[in-house]
Nanobody
Framework: QVQLVESGGGLVQPGGSLRLSCVASGSIISSNAMAWYRQAPGKERELVAGITSRGLTKYADSVKGRFTTSRDNGKNTVYLQMNSLKPEDTAVYYC??????????????WGKGTLVTVSS
């Protein structure tokens, strides 16, 4: 059974930074694309960033230039570095794993999420 566990969320002031981690167990993720989604209160879950098995990345327009996703296959972990955080970035952030090497495949596993709150 694959499990994804996110960590690194918390309370941060506007303009601050956080780094989220997603550790996978039960499967080696090196052949899988991974993604970060977020869901703010009262809103639908939205894609924040994705990374293919080869390291190709994509980002939502709202976070381009501020967020960076990366992966360490040796640690079975993906990261989301978030800089210049804004109050509108407040959400629960989820890690997801695709069933194949790119985001053309289906998202099949989700973590339980980590809360990021951006507030002064």
């Amino acid at each position: 059974q694959v499990q994804l566990v996110e960590s690194g969320g918390g309370l941060v002031q506007p303009g601050g930074s956080l780094r989220l981690s997603c550790v996978a167990s039960g499967s080696i993720i090196s052949s899988n694309a991974m993604a970060w989604y977020r869901q703010a209160p009262g809103k639908e879950r939205e894609l924040v960033a994705g990374i293919t098995s080869r390291g190709l990345t994509k980002y939502a327009d709202s976070v381009k230039g501020r967020f960076t996703t990366s992966r360490d296959n040796g640690k079975n972990t993906v990261y989301l570095q978030m800089n210049s955080l804004k109050p509108e970035d407040t959400a629960v952030y989820y890690c997801g794993m695709y069933s194949g090497t790119t985001w053309d495949f289906r998202l099949v596993y989700w973590g339980k999420g980590t809360l990021v709150t951006v507030s002064s």
